[in-house]
């Protein structure tokens, strides 16, 4: 069974940055997408970001569009998600998550990823 293992997150003023670390083990997909969602207080999980271990673009929701980056290590079963100019709005439960689709994220389904990490908390202050 696949595991994620989330690090990072934290306490931070608006207009902070946070990096959050994700890695996987026990992955039996050569090839597969590897990302966050979020969930904010009173709202669905929602797509972040995802990023192919394959390589090629990214994908990035709007919401976060030009603030957050994601990246992966070069072992590629480590991604990590930069987050600049952070808002209050941002202040949510952030869950790594891995599948061989990339349409969970897009359509802001977690119903269909595979695979979870634990989750960690980023809160965002006024």
């Known amino acids: 069974q696949v595991q994620l293992v989330e690090s990072g997150g934290g306490s931070v003023q608006a207009g902070g940055s946070l990096r959050l670390s994700c890695a996987a083990s026990?992955?039996?997909?050569?090839?597969?997408?590897m990302g966050w969602f979020r969930q904010g207080p009173g709202k669905e999980r929602e797509g972040v970001a995802a990023?192919?271990?394959?390589?090629?673009?990214?994908y990035v929701a709007d919401s976060v569009n030009g603030r957050f980056t994601i990246s992966q290590g070069a072992a590629k079963n480590t991604v990590y998600l930069e987050m600049n100019s952070l808002r209050p709005e941002d202040t949510a439960m952030y869950y790594c998550?891995?599948?061989?689709?990339?349409?969970?994220?897009?359509?802001?389904?977690?119903?269909?990823?595979?695979?979870w990490g634990q989750g960690t908390q980023v809160t965002v202050s006024s």
């Open positions: 990023i192919y271990s394959g390589g090629g673009i990214p």
């Open positions: 026990r992955l039996s997909d050569s090839v597969y997408w």
């Open positions: 998550a891995a599948d061989r689709d990339l349409r969970p994220w897009v359509r802001s389904s977690p119903e269909n990823i595979g695979s």
